[in-house]
């Protein structure tokens, strides 16, 4: 299983990104992903789950912000942020829940800043 996160980059508040997860040796609509993401000196959070059936769920400050999304042609999960802040600013990883155990990606990062 290997997951690769791309789109990541610096932005200004208020801009949006789109983060890529592409996926490989699983199929992604068959098991539940999400985002996280780590900011310096702080923990790792989870940001957004979609489940295998497609069920969404966010953390509390970027629900209207973000969306989390998958496309089963491209085997592939994004993350779509909108209205970024300056506290969105962190690496951000993708995740599969696998049958016993959590895989991650390398992560992106995204930088938020005027």
């Known amino acids: 299983v290997q997951l690769v996160e791309s789109g990541g980059g610096s932005v200004q508040p208020g801009g949006s990104l789109r983060l890529s997860c592409a996926a490989s040796?699983?199929?992604?609509?068959?098991?539940?992903m999400g985002w996280y993401r780590q900011a310096p000196g702080k923990q790792r959070e989870l940001v957004a789950v979609?489940?295998?059936?497609?069920?969404?769920n966010y953390k509390d400050s970027v629900k209207g912000r973000f969306t989390i999304s998958r496309d089963n042609a491209k085997n592939t999960a994004y993350l779509q942020m909108n209205r970024l802040r300056p506290e969105d600013t962190a690496v951000y990883y993708c995740?599969?829940?696998?049958?016993?155990?959590?895989?991650w990606g390398q992560g992106t990062q995204v930088t938020v800043s005027s």
């Open positions: 995740t599969v829940r696998l049958a016993s155990y959590v895989e």
């Open positions: 040796g699983i199929i992604v609509n068959m098991y539940d």
């Open positions: 979609i489940t295998s059936g497609g069920s969404t």
